[in-house]
């Protein structure tokens, strides 16, 4: 495959950046001055309410005397508590992830008829079409799986034989159908980078339609094809957490916006895919684990809080990581004194790392999420709270299933799709009004020259 090259020399860009530069200035105060909320965000740091919704509810503070009081987070989908459904689920010994997505499709919880009825489509509907995987997969291979899914979620329009109609039968349809191709496409778009960019073997397993998403996932990205299930309950966990998280997180929000445009569902989907894929967003795991292997190398003693709040500092200051000054997996736009779905993914790195090699990792994100706070705060010079996010622990149990770092932001993909795809639905169905914001202009206005005189 042949690179693009940039046909201008450094000089050439520089300039044209210093133009950009200076054209592209706005002064901070005019955010306060034109009432305008930065990222969607009241002054105090709360969404600006954009929608209506019956999908999910993510509870992180409450509001008294206008002011802000944080408390411990929550997250319900359908008004069911997250927590309660993975306890559930995990009491009972079995998978959850397909429970909750027809919740969120369905907005009721499934019977055992339905669940069966449920997790039959999805098997029925994994395969890809024919020649997808050469055509689609294999060719152009992409560094970053995240790309390559959302390039080929666009291409299965192709494929659709009808794929603009935006009645609930069809977005039905389509979204049953992206559920169940994109743990696929995910799996074989890494084994193809295996094979192009690592230069190791690519396996393309076929696939089991009597395997629920989790095990179709383990089954698929490793050379054996085995995988116990303790290992698929465990991933199941992960795919249950990352189902869903209100209409106002970025991924969702994209998918709403593109939704409401009413273009088609698989554009809408990629561009969830193409948000999430952002270090800010979905991103962050891969993230975490980057600043993880920093800051190992930076003390001497991974298990001592001392030495990881100073590390910490380090990161703040931009000395240390990736230098944008972000503890990855800490802080959160909602949630205040924790994070439901970091709370239950603690949990399970604690009982699958203590007592293997992967303990002193363990305690060292222990560390990281102990120590934040007050660094943060002697840091930013302000007093509020900050939590571990759902991706401080996350990338931690991937790895203790084997899972490659190419695939920790895909597998969020592989859960959020449920959301998305209900949120889509809950758009069209409710909504009908394109979302259209406004900005205000800060440029006044110019007279137009003419070439000789500029
Ligand atoms: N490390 C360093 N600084 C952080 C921080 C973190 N983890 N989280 C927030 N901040 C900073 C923000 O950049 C902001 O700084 P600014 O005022 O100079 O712009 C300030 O603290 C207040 O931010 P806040 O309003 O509390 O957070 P937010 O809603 O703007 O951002 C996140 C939320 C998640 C984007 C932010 O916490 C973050 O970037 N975290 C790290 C990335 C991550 O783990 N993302 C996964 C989210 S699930």
């Known amino acids: 495959m042949s690179e693009i090259r940039a046909n201008i020399s450094q000089n050439d860009i520089q300039t044209l950046c210093d133009t ?3 054209y592209n200035q706005i002064e901070q105060g005019s955010y306060d001055r034109f009432n305008v909320k930065r990222g969607l965000r009241n002054a105090d740091g709360t969404g600006v309410m954009a929608g209506v919704t019956r999908v999910c509810s993510v509870d992180g503070y409450y509001i008294e005397d206008g002011e802000l009081i944080p408390r411990e987070g929550n997250l319900y989908y ?45 098997g029925r509907n994994r395969e890809l079409p024919e020649d ?3 055509d689609m997969i294999m060719k152009a ?48 778009a890494y084994q ?16 089991k339609p009597e395997f629920r998403t989790a095990e179709t996932i383990l089954r698929s990205i490793r050379a054996d094809k085995s995988f116990t299930d303790r290992e698929a309950k465990l991933l199941d966990t992960c795919l249950m957490i990352h189902a869903e998280h209100g209409g106002g997180n970025n991924s969702t929000f994209a998918t709403r916006v593109l939704t409401s445009s009413g ?8 561009a969830g895919i193409g948000a999430l ?4 967003h979905g991103g962050a795991n891969k993230k975490v684990c980057d600043m993880v292997e920093s800051i190992k190398a930076d003390v001497k003693d991974m298990t001592d809080p001392g030495q990881v709040a100073d590390a910490l500092v380090k990161v703040m200051r931009r000395e240390l990581g990736d230098g944008s000054g972000l503890i990855y997996g800490m802080g959160h736009a909602v949630y205040t004194l924790s994070d439901p779905r970091a709370s239950i993914l603690r949990a399970k790195a604690e009982e699958f790392a203590v007592g293997t090699d992967f303990e002193p990792e363990y305690r060292l994100l222990r560390n990281i999420e102990q120590m934040t706070p007050q660094v943060f705060a ?26 490659p770092d190419d695939l920790f932001t895909p597998i969020f993909t592989a859960a959020r799709v449920a959301g998305w795809s209900a949120h889509r639905i809950e758009e069209l169905l409710t909504c009908n009004k394109i979302i259209r914001p406004a900005y205000k202009s800060v440029n006044g206005h110019h007279e137009y020259l003419k070439l000789q005189d500029r």
């Open 20 to 22: 950009i530069q200076k």
């Open 78 to 122: 359908r008004g069911y508590s997250m927590t309660d459904i993975v306890a559930g689920c995990n009491a009972e010994d079995r998978f959850g992830f397909e429970e909750v997505a027809w919740l969120l499709l369905f907005g009721t919880l499934p019977t055992q008829e339905q669940l069966e009825f449920f997790c039959g489509l999805l």
């Open 141 to 188: 291979p992409s560094p970053d799986i995240m790309n390559k899914l959302s390039r080929s979620i666009l291409s299965l329009y192709s494929y659709d034989p009808n794929p603009d109609d935006t009645s609930l039968e069809n977005v039905l349809r389509q979204s049953i159908g992206l559920m169940a191709k994109l743990p696929v496409i995910m799996a074989y």
């Open 263 to 270: 273009t088609d569902t698989y554009a809408a989907i990629a």
């Open 132 to 134: 997808f995987i050469e």
């Open 192 to 207: 193809v980078k295996r094979r192009h960019y690592y230069h190791k073997s690519m396996y393309i397993h076929q696939i």
């Open 378 to 403: 002697a840091e930013k010079g302000i007093t509020k709270p900050i939590c571990a996010n759902v991706d401080l622990y996350s990338g931690l149990i991937y790895k203790m299933l084997q899972i």
């Open 277 to 280: 894929k952002g270090p800010r």
